[in-house]
């Protein structure tokens, strides 16, 4: 019996608009009542995943970004898996050799090197691949352009990063050209201590080898008493669905390998895949 869901935001949870559609909202709560355990697993930090979700009424736990962070319903650290500053220093080496935007997420706020001006348009080039019925102008007009812009910082140079001691969890790296960020990803994937992967056709992300949602995620609820076998997830994230959880659903709308990897299929997520999802569980529950 499934006692634990974990899903994934962007693509899965939320729909088209980047939003949580009631209908999700309600099935999340009727799962909680029925005492499953809503777990949200996503690239996101912590402040862009309660962007979406604040004000719904869910109680979760939270894996953010892309594995490197685990915090419980009342939002505490339970673990968090930082890459040291020389690998840091190292992948930095490798990307400022290519014209790209590169932030540093930390957990607390977002780091960005250059000036003020290049900060806008690199977050305007990146929430493009969100808004793309929106022109530049629009997109500094969204809600998500100003949360990500009021959670970053500048920044001098990556010695700055250093001479700070702060801590990175994550590079997210975005450009428009996608053979570079193919070159770059080949280059990166030579190193066994990183995990490259890629939300977007436009973006990488980049994490400690052990900051995986799958790996992860099984960790986590393994440690709450709970097993393999109990756990649910819907995502469009292959280290989760390629991995022997209970029942793993792909969206509707997922790349082909992602819904190959997994055992069920739901709707897409401008069909509210996941409420689908969760209601077709909870009624054959009862029946």
């Given at each position: 019996m499934i006692k634990v869901i974990a899903s994934d935001m962007d693509g899965t949870l939320l729909g088209g608009d980047h939003r949580l559609a009631p209908r999700t909202a309600r099935a999340i709560r009727s799962a909680c009542d029925a005492g499953i355990r809503f777990i949200v697993a996503t690239g996101r930090d912590l402040n862009g995943a309660l962007q979406e979700l604040d004000g719904m009424g869910l109680v979760c736990d939270y894996i953010v970004g892309s594995g490197a962070e685990v915090r419980d319903p009342q939002q505490k650290i339970v673990s968090r898996l930082q890459m040291d500053t020389g690998m840091c220093g190292e992948i930095y080496d490798v990307l400022k050799t290519y014209p790209i935007s590169v932030i540093f997420m930390t957990g607390e706020c977002d780091y960005s090197?250059?000036?003020?001006?290049?900060?806008?348009?690199?977050?305007?080039?990146?929430?493009?691949?969100?808004?793309?019925?929106?022109?530049?102008?629009?997109?500094?007009?969204?809600?998500?352009y100003r949360n990500m812009k009021k959670n970053t910082r500048l920044i001098r140079d990556f010695q700055e990063l250093k001479d700070r001691e702060i801590s990175v969890y994550k590079i997210f790296v975005f450009c428009c050209?996608?053979?570079?960020?193919?070159?770059?990803?080949?280059?990166?994937?030579?190193?066994?201590?990183?995990?490259?992967?890629?939300?977007?056709?436009?973006?990488?992300?980049?994490?400690?080898?052990?900051?995986?949602k799958g790996p992860v995620l099984k960790n986590y609820i393994e440690s709450l008493g709970y097993t393999m076998e109990e756990v649910g997830d819907s995502m469009n994230d292959y280290s989760m669905l390629s991995m022997d959880f209970g029942a793993t659903v792909a969206m509707g709308n997922s790349e082909p390998e992602i819904i190959k990897a997994a055992k069920y299929m739901t709707k897409s997520n401008e069909e509210d895949g996941v409420a689908y999802a969760i209601e077709e569980m909870l009624r054959r529950r009862k029946g």
């Open positions: 090197i250059g000036t003020p001006e290049k900060l806008e348009e690199d977050l305007r080039q990146n929430l493009q691949v969100f808004f793309s019925d929106l022109s530049m102008e629009e997109i500094l007009e969204t809600e998500m050209d996608t053979e570079v960020l193919r070159e770059i990803e080949q280059k990166l994937q030579k190193n066994e201590r990183l995990a490259v992967a890629s939300s977007y056709v436009n973006n990488l992300e980049i994490t400690d080898a052990r900051a995986q």
